[in-house]
T-cell receptor, first 110, second 119 residues
Framework: RKEVEQDPGPFNVPEGATVAFNCTYS??????FFWYRQDCRKEPKLLMS???SGNEDGRFTAQLNRASQYISLLIRDSKLSDSATYLC???????????FGSGTRLQVQP | DTAVSQTPKYLVTQMGNDKSIKCEQN?????MYWYKQDSKKFLKIMFS???????INETVPNRFSPKSPDKAHLNLHINSLELGDSAVYFC??????????????????FGPGTRLLVL
């Protein structure tokens, strides 16, 4: 089983749509959680951290469910510029490294 | 002002050659990393250094050797290049690299990547 699993997509949505991505992780001792965004032929960039109580940053909302080992990202009012691959990322202090999911591709269409 | 920089951006070379990729960060971070992103876009850690000390050394062929002359630099040298080494190699840095539970200290900042093609 992969340490971090994501649906690869692609998710094709019209502008203005709401879209949700899910991610599951296998190690219950994981401590920190992130969503990164990677544009085509570019480096990954931090989109937002994910906190236990859930957190929001503008149109983006992240949720964490430790009991189910599940992380989600909700994007409201999708823009063309949201088209990218969204990487679910988990940190385990014992391993001292981030573990990346393989990413979910989003294509927002006009 | 570039935070994490890598050179070269593109590298095309023949099988069997030896090549190096350089990475520098000006963020004052303690920890630097090398990742490999293969054709399926899966990003996998190879090495990390904390203050010039090797922390992580994943199952990587010993043809790959990282070198950290100081905490702002982490270079990757690859001997006897093989076709399967073709990938994008990303350097990254973080503030503490594994000694903190605080998200912001574990956030990693990536360089632009080096696209390596072995012919």
């Amino acid at each position: 089983r992969k340490e971090v699993e994501q649906d690869p997509g692609p998710f094709n949505v019209p502008e203005g749509a709401t879209v949700a991505f899910n991610c599951t992780y296998s190690n219950s001792a994981s401590q920190s959680f992130f969503w990164y965004r990677q544009d085509c032929r570019k480096e990954p960039k931090l989109l937002m951290s994910v906190y236990s109580s859930g957190n929001e940053d503008g149109r983006f909302t992240a949720q964490l469910n430790r009991a189910s080992q599940y992380i989600s990202l909700l994007i409201r009012d999708s823009k063309l510029s949201d088209s990218a691959t969204y990487l679910c990322v988990v940190y385990l202090s014992g391993r001292r490294a981030l573990t990346f999911g393989s990413g979910t591709r989003l294509q927002v269409q006009p | 002002d570039t935070a994490v920089s890598q050179t070269p951006k593109y590298l095309v070379t023949q099988m069997g050659n030896d090549k190096s990729i350089k990475c520098e960060q000006n963020l004052g971070h303690d920890t630097m990393y090398w990742y490999k992103q293969d054709s399926k876009k899966f990003l996998k850690i190879m090495f990390s250094y904390n203050n010039k000390e090797l922390i992580i050394n994943e199952t990587v062929p010993n043809r790959f050797s990282p070198k950290s002359p100081d905490k702002a630099h982490l270079n990757l040298h690859i001997n006897s290049l093989e076709l399967g080494d073709s990938a994008v190699y990303f350097c990254a840095s973080s503030l503490t690299g594994g000694t903190s539970f605080r998200n912001y200290q574990e956030t990693q900042y990536f360089g632009p990547g080096t696209r390596l093609l072995v012919l």
